[in-house]
């Protein structure tokens, strides 16, 4: 990074990747978002509400949410193993965590809504991509929300914080802060942390990445907006 | 069906309490289960703890073996946290494969030892890309009583401190094991993980079962001695507001420092 905080990227410190999505790319499924997030490249695709199976799992009072995160093998530098890790295990988790209270499952009962997320191509800060295309899959299947989920990582990188920790700086750099808000609620739905923050940082950058995630929140919105209001008709 | 219903009883009964600032076991809301530590409970280990707060209780092994190093971190020793929930433990727990509970459990303790650095992995190297010395920490939860987390973490550092390190001698680019000869582990600083949970608007301190059953959301947040904040991990099915989470930071601070005093004790 050079002295006046142009990063390894040409970025400034709070600066994001370009972010591009397009909403309703699968056919099969009810809902779908494909991300461009820098250089990741993620799929999502949402299923639901329908009947659960097995069928143990299904709940007489709500829906349930469930989610997985999945990297195709040629998605990084060295071949990734099929199977799923137990990073994904957890992504998988903390995703459907994270878009859990956007959702109004209580009006589904007895039923299951799938997200499958499947990334293509990963930079560093896969999750939040992941769950940026997540969320608006949502809203393109239809399914009742309370809120949009927008996800941003923010992070600190030689000394200084900064917005949207590239594949690059994740690897060099101090701490990585991944954090998801219901931009309208106010609620944070997930934070990560791995790395070492001062205090003081720690408040810094987690509101580093809450302004981040109020832009991801236009772009999610301008996506969706293209799709449904193509003719400028509200 | 009837699990649902009661867990809807108790929730309401614990708001009604936590409204009049007081918790189901007669705890305030920053305040910890008393912690046990034991060391030394497994002599074949390396290390090893036995660690209850309150009805939580974990067994914790350390064993210390020659390995190699990953490829792209030949510089460093390796440094592996497990943990598992036993089947005895409790009576949802099954046998078999690890579901995502315990994915994460696993996962949030072995990064909150790795990111607060406590190990200092570079003495662990006897010759450079190609021999280290690798650190197993293994947990197991034996009667789960809520808060997961911070018992297996504490469970894990009091391992830790517990153990003796052997000794190895590079001989012709050979590490030959020196019989008698131990040492203690390089350590940095000490970890704390403190975990809160959100009920309603109120924000507490390690949880009960009880209280996780009925709780929106759950908070892990991991410092070291220099009072850094290390590792966060936000699980449970709703948020946290921006402020909540700044208090729950300075929260994990005051309350870490009284665990610390607590392992300082072990050294």
Request: charged residues 25%; negative net charge.
């Amino acid at each position: 990074m050079t002295e006046d905080g142009i990063r390894c990227d040409g970025r400034r410190l709070d600066e994001l990747r370009n972010i591009s999505i397009k909403v309703g790319v699968l056919k099969n499924a009810d809902g779908s978002a494909y991300i461009e997030f820098g250089k990741n490249k993620i799929l999502a695709g949402v299923f639901g509400p329908r009947d659960v199976h097995p069928k143990h799992m299904a709940n007489p009072d709500s829906g349930i949410l469930r989610c997985r995160y999945h990297m195709s093998p040629f998605s990084v530098t060295e071949r990734k193993n099929p199977a799923p890790s137990r990073r994904e295990i957890e992504i998988s988790k903390v995703i459907k965590e994270a878009l859990q209270p956007a959702v109004i499952l209580k009006d589904y009962p007895r039923t299951v809504i799938d997200v499958f997320i499947e990334v293509l191509q990963a930079d560093g800060g896969s999750r939040c991509a992941a769950l940026d295309a997540a969320a608006v899959a949502l809203a393109d299947a239809g399914i009742p929300m309370r809120d949009l989920v927008s996800a941003c990582a923010a992070g600190k990188v030689a000394d200084r914080i900064v917005l949207d920790v590239n594949n690059e700086e994740d690897q060099e750099g101090q701490a990585d802060m991944p954090v998801a808000l219901m931009p309208n609620l106010g609620k944070v739905t997930l934070l990560q942390l791995d790395g070492m923050l001062k205090p003081e940082e720690f408040k810094t950058c987690m509101q580093t990445a809450l302004v981040g995630c109020k832009r991801v929140y236009e772009i999610q919105r301008k996506a969706l907006m293209e799709k449904y209001f193509q003719n400028g008709e509200q | 069906m009837n699990s649902q219903i009661l867990d809807q009883l108790k929730r309401e009964k614990i708001l009604d309490l936590l409204k009049t600032g007081k918790r189901i076991d007669g705890r305030s809301l920053d305040e910890q289960r008393p912690l046990v530590i034991e060391t030394g409970v497994i002599p074949k280990a390396n290390g090893s703890a036995r660690v209850k707060l309150g009805n939580t209780e974990i067994i914790t092994g350390v064993k210390i073996q020659l390995d190699k190093p990953f490829p792209d971190l030949g510089d460093k020793g390796i440094l592996i946290c497990t943990a598992e929930i036993l089947p005895l433990a409790d009576p949802n727990a099954e046998p078999g494969p690890p579901n995502e509970e315990v994915i994460e459990l696993a996962r949030v303790v072995d990064r909150g030892i790795r990111e607060t650095e406590m190990i200092d992995l570079h003495k662990l190297v006897l010759i450079e890309d190609k021999s280290v010395i690798g650190m197993f920490i293994d947990s197991s939860v034996i009667d789960s009583g809520g808060n997961l987390f911070d018992a297996c973490s504490y469970a894990s550092v009091a391992g830790i401190l517990s153990c003796t390190v052997p000794k190895w001698e590079v001989k012709d680019d050979v590490p030959t094991l020196v019989e008698g000869v131990t040492s203690k582990p390089p350590i940095k600083t000490l970890p704390v993980s403190v975990t809160m949970a959100r009920i309603g608007d109120y924000v507490i301190v390690d949880p009960t079962k009880d209280e996780e059953s009925c709780m929106d959301a759950r908070i892990t947040i991991t410092t070291n001695s220099e009072g850094n904040i290390c590792a966060v991990q936000k699980g449970g099915s709703d948020g946290f507001t921006a402020e909540q989470l700044i208090q729950c930071a300075e929260t994990a601070l005051t309350v870490g420092r009284k665990i610390r005093k607590q392992f300082e004790q072990l050294m």
